[in-house]
């Protein structure tokens, strides 16, 4: 009992004293700390994070405004969005594209949270057609020396509608259909664009003509018009000059703080990338010529296996390229029937005609595949000219073989054994027997008597009966 007292006494001490330490007691001192710790960290974070400014920086180079780059800018913006950038800057070079993937990127644009730079660059670049639109939504807008901007008058696409007096379809103003259609897309753009620069302080009256018109502007140029407000010579030095410029974003003032903010590159995915590249008109045409010439060989050729998956492919892939270009359906057409053409001519004997009139339906199709409305999207004739060389080399040399497969010798069945040679087994006066290929056949000499293990041909067969002639 008295040493337990006497080991106890100590904790009871230092209870004692703990407890008479009152608020200045250590775990009194520990339990204040981590509040004061806690607010330290969050304040010291946030200082950090305030410190810590990126710019989003988005590439369109040399692409065309179409359903996947309008997806890589959304989410680029959506990005930016998330990330609290200080800015997005969008490097755009681009001579224009479909209207309504360019207006769903300015839609976007305008109701952004986040301050957007449209910069056209590099050197060389322009921002035409859809790109003007892109470039007067943005917050700020700069381009490098030697680029330009301009040429948004919208082309019509499709064939001009029948009218007149006598089918009760007369136009108003003695103008035709296609001239008012043309006409009503123009005041529409002309009203999309005013809207959007007027509100940045651009010079709406050059917006208009832009659209009206097809005018366009150097970079020097579109500075002193006031369409930019800045020509950089680089990225690095457009953040310098737009530090400290203040834009309207959502009804809010902001003043861009980008001297001090590092820049964060937003690449296109690999699918995005691989969706641009066979959005390309050049390789749509090529996917479509693959899949064609696959699904042909495999049709003539069941069991091949290898081209009618490669050709299968191919197809879908050119289903989706057309699907994103403003295609003419003339042009499809044609080279579907050229393609019938020659695929006939293999089957029916033409001495090369149908061949030649698929060639030249091919061809006019490949000029035409493109809408002439998109004169930057159509197939080069370097790639025209070289597809349909190697289309006709490949249809010419199947109706090649065919007809040398028609006027080649018969070698099997009953016309097969006319031509071939053998011995008389005995002697025919005019009739006995002759070992040809391998067998015995009852023969008849058409040359009169022939002695035994005499060189005969055979001229003539009719059933199991051959008819022959010596050899001299």
């Known amino acids: 009992m008295h040493r337990a007292r006497r080991h106890t006494r100590p904790h009871t001490e230092q209870a004692r004293a703990f407890r008479e330490g009152g608020a200045h007691g250590p775990l009194f001192r520990f339990v204040g700390l981590v509040p004061a710790a806690i607010l330290l960290t969050t304040f010291s974070g946030s200082l950090l994070r305030s410190d810590t400014r990126t710019v989003n920086v988005i590439r369109l180079e040399d692409e065309v405004i179409n359903p996947v780059t309008a997806r890589y800018i959304l989410r680029g913006i959506d990005r930016s969005e998330k990330e609290g950038a200080e800015a997005l800057v969008l490097v755009l070079d681009t001579p224009g594209g479909l209207v309504t993937s360019m207006k769903e990127i300015v839609t976007r644009m305008v109701n952004s949270r986040v301050p957007i730079i449209v910069y056209v660059a590099p050197r060389g670049a322009i921002s035409g057609s859809a790109g003007v639109f892109i470039t007067m939504a943005s917050h700020v807008a700069a381009m490098a020396p030697e680029t330009s901007i301009g040429a948004a008058h919208p082309v019509s696409a499709g064939p ?80 310098k000059k737009a530090d400290g410029a203040t834009v309207q974003v959502m009804g809010e003032t902001r003043k861009l703080n980008l001297t001090s903010a590092s820049t964060q590159e937003i ?25 064609m010439l696959g699904i042909v060989y495999e ?88 597809t349909v060389v190697i289309i006709a080399s490949f249809f010419a040399f ?60 055979v001229v003539e067969s009719e059933g199991l009966h051959l008819k022959v002639k010596r050899i001299q």
Not at 438 to 457: F, M, N, P, T, Y
């Open 160 to 239: 001009e509608q029948p009218g007149g007096k006598e089918e009760g379809n007369e136009p108003a103003n003695g103008k035709s259909n296609r001239e008012v259609l043309d006409e009503k897309m123009t005041n529409i753009l002309v009203s999309m664009v005013k809207s959007v620069a007027k509100p940045r302080g651009r010079n709406i009256e050059w917006a208009e003509e832009a659209v009206r018109k097809s005018i366009a502007a150097t970079a020097e140029e579109a500075l002193k018009l006031k369409v930019v407000e800045y020509v950089a010579n680089s990225l690095t030095d457009l953040l």
């Open 299 to 386: 049709f003539m050729n069941p069991g091949a296996i290898f081209p009618g998956i490669v050709g299968g492919i191919s197809l879908l892939l050119a289903m989706f390229s057309l699907s994103m270009l403003p295609i003419n359906y003339a042009g499809v057409a044609l080279i579907l029937l050229g393609i019938g053409l020659m695929i006939a001519d293999i089957k029916v004997p033409s001495a090369g005609l149908l061949t030649v009139g698929g060639v030249i339906a091919f061809l006019l199709g490949s000029v035409m595949l493109v809408d002439p409305a998109y004169p930057f999207l159509r197939v080069p004739w370097r790639v025209i000219i070289p």
């Open 398 to 457: 199947c109706v090649g073989a065919g007809l040398k497969a028609q006027k080649a010798r018969v070698v099997t069945g009953q016309e097969g054994m006319v031509g071939l040679m053998g011995r008389t087994r005995t002697a025919m006066s005019p009739d006995g027997q002759v070992f040809v290929h391998g067998e015995l056949w009852g023969a008849q000499s058409l040359d009169g008597d022939i002695e035994k293990d005499a060189r005969v041909v």
């Open 267 to 291: 690449p296109m995915r690999w699918s995005e990338q691989f969706l641009a590249t066979i959005s390309n008109p050049q390789i749509a045409y090529i996917l479509m010529t693959i899949a």
